[in-house]
């Protein structure tokens, strides 16, 4: 078995525990030692949650092209630049990682209206581990035990940390020499544009570095449907999103055990 496999599948076990544990630690360090307050969400009865007829519009129809669009390696990351993922959609996103004869699978349910994501975590077994619902202020999360809701202060952390979903976003990061092939293509009848890059370095936030990395993006959508991340000819990393839909989510996918609303989550 190849260390550095048995590394990238002992880091994707325990991320998911691992970013919990740093925003802890963060709001720890960052209040000068004491212990953070826990802030339970206040009784929001009366006040109206966002309307996802008012939030700012994307993603959808982003790209209106017809026919195959030429894409080469020197312009596709302004083609990139172009999208937007839509204001509200769900997906189903699942990470694989590859080690030996054996495999571990990681999957996320995410659902994003507007600023607001939440995000589900699934064990192996179907069984949702922890779910976490993440605003620009305040992040709150829970497991299936009673009175286990809490919250902590978002900071600087990401959405797409907390789902450890790569995302189209990476490939702009990527310097040129990097990327050495780019393609139009069609998947399931959608417009999508392939990204194949050499990504060196160690472990990187937001996906795997140090690999053959391929990108398949969803241009209509703006939304990263699948990945793969090899090294010496052999798969270590897949991701994919195996189910989406946009358009179909309400403030009330957002509400908290205790019956708060989306608005709660920026009290206090």
């Given at each position: 078995m190849n260390r550095k496999q048995t590394n990238l599948l002992a880091t994707g076990a325990a991320i998911g525990t691992a970013i919990l544990l740093l925003l802890i630690f963060a709001v720890f360090i960052n209040s000068g030692g004491q212990p953070p307050d826990i802030i339970l969400p206040p009784d929001m009865s009366g006040q109206d949650a966002p309307s996802v007829d008012n939030l700012p519009q994307g993603g959808e129809?982003?790209?209106h092209g017809t026919g195959a669009l030429e894409i080469t390696r020197e312009n596709?990351?302004?083609?990139v630049a172009d999208l937007a993922?839509?204001?509200?959609y769900k997906a189903v996103c699942s990470l694989t990682y590859f080690v030996g004869d054996g495999q571990y699978v990681k999957t996320r349910r995410v659902t994003v209206l507007g600023v607001y994501q939440k995000t589900e975590h699934i064990d192996a077994d179907g069984s949702l581990?922890?779910?976490?619902?993440m605003g620009p202020e305040t992040t709150f999360f829970w497991d299936d035990t009673p009175d286990s809701l809490k919250s902590l202060p978002t900071g600087g952390?990401?959405?797409?940390?907390?789902?450890?979903t790569p995302t189209y976003e990476d490939i702009l990061s990527l310097d040129a020499p990097d990327i050495t092939d780019a393609e139009y293509r069609t998947?399931?009848?959608?417009?999508c544009v392939r990204i194949q890059a050499v990504t060196p370095g160690e472990l990187g936030e937001g996906g795997v570095t140090g690999y053959d990395t391929e990108y398949i993006v969803d241009m209509q959508y703006g939304l990263l449907i699948r990945a793969t991340f090899s090294q010496s000819g052999n798969t270590v990393m897949s991701f994919e999103m195996t189910e989406s839909e946009t358009?179909?989510?309400s403030p009330g996918d957002f509400v908290l055990p205790d019956g708060s609303g989306l608005t709660a989550m920026e009290a206090g």
């Open positions: 129809g982003t790209w596709v990351k302004d083609i993922r839509p204001a509200a581990s922890m779910t976490e619902v952390f990401l959405p797409d940390a907390s789902s450890l998947e399931n009848g959608r417009p358009g179909t989510v």
